[in-house]
């Protein structure tokens, strides 16, 4: 079984910054991907950054410029900076990660349980 554990979500006023953390546990062999997603009020759920294997990264258009995704491989944990936060950014943030474990072919999708950012005066 694997465990993602997030981390750093919060509140902060508009043009803040958080930086988010998610920590993969378990019986991992391979992490092929991992990212972060997020859910804002009456919206449906959404990525907004992932990190694949040879370090291949995508952002959502929304972010672009003002959050970054980063990995450290030797600790299984993928981070997310987000600066100049927005009133839209509000949103629960999921960690999501593709992860194979040993002796299994191909990779599993797991999730976390997610921490709320909200920006608010």
């Known amino acids: 079984q694997v465990q993602l554990v997030e981390s750093g979500g919060g509140l902060v006023q508009p043009g803040g910054s958080l930086r988010l953390s998610c920590a993969a546990s378990?019986?991992?062999?391979?992490?092929?991907?991992m990212g972060w997603y997020r859910q804002g009020p009456g919206k449906e759920r959404e990525l907004v950054a992932n990190?694949?294997?040879?370090?291949?990264?995508t952002y959502a258009d929304f972010v672009k410029g003002r959050f970054t995704i980063s990995r450290d491989n030797a600790k299984n944990t993928v981070y997310l900076q987000m600066n100049t936060l927005k009133p839209d950014d509000t949103a629960v943030y999921y960690c999501?990660?593709?992860?194979?474990?040993?002796?299994?072919?191909?990779?599993?999708?797991?999730w976390g349980k997610g921490t709320l950012v909200t920006v608010s005066e």
């Open positions: 999501n990660a593709n992860i194979s474990p040993p002796s299994v072919i191909g990779g599993i999708n797991y």
């Open positions: 378990g019986s991992i062999f391979r992490i092929n991907a």
């Open positions: 990190i694949r294997t040879g370090s291949i990264i």
